[in-house]
């Protein structure tokens, strides 16, 4: 199982920053089995140019859930996943402070899409997932908000699995059958 995952806050990882938005697909190798996604209430304003990159606005959050409230919901859809984003320290590091913020410990095998898609399908002159996309006709709807990012992120790591010939992407073993 894999959960691609992406956020959107109000600054950088280190320090006070809080999540605004968050989308998370659970995706089996083959297909979408699971998604959930939410505006979220930072507790504090955002910072007028985050606005204006995602386009999320205070007012759009005055009434939304704050991460505690939705806490338990990120923990179960990420159980036994592994946690997948383009530029997974970024998203993974967020998700890990604001579970230690309400003391939940949240330990997940990551993969980075980034990493992957060098690797993977080297050679473009960008891994940003904009430019990446429009390299690999992978349509982006709503840049810079969660699930337009997080969905256009699960199109990418579906042409990585397609394309994966020497196991960079850790796969499901079959079941023995006695």
């Given at each position: 199982m894999y959960c691609i995952v992406d956020v959107e806050t109000t600054g950088g990882v280190k320090g006070p920053s809080r999540l605004t938005e968050i989308a998370l697909i659970r995706h089996d190798g083959h297909q979408i089995v699971d998604e959930y996604q939410t505006l979220l209430n930072p507790g504090h304003p955002i910072p007028p140019f985050i606005s204006q990159l995602t386009r999320i606005t205070d007012d759009m959050v005055a009434n939304a859930p704050t991460f505690d409230q939705v806490a338990d919901r990120v923990h179960e859809i990420t159980e036994g996943a592994i946690f997948v984003a383009h530029n997974v320290l970024f998203?993974?590091?967020?998700?890990?402070?604001?579970?230690?913020?309400?003391?939940?410990?949240?330990?997940?095998?990551?993969?980075?899409?980034?990493?992957?898609?060098?690797?993977?399908?080297?050679?473009?002159?960008?891994?940003?997932?904009?430019?990446?996309?429009?390299?690999?006709?992978?349509?982006?709807?709503?840049?810079?908000?969660?699930?337009?990012?997080?969905a256009a992120t699960v199109k990418l790591f579906e042409m990585l699995l397609r394309h994966d010939r020497h196991g960079h992407i850790p796969r499901p073993k079959p079941a023995m059958i006695f």
């Open positions: 998203d993974f590091g967020f998700l890990q402070k604001e579970m230690n913020w309400v003391d939940r410990e949240f330990l997940r095998r990551t993969l980075c899409t980034v990493r992957l898609s060098r690797k993977i399908l080297p050679g473009h002159p960008s891994y940003s997932l904009g430019k990446l996309c429009r390299s690999l006709d992978i349509p982006l709807q709503g840049r810079h908000r969660a699930y337009g990012d997080a």
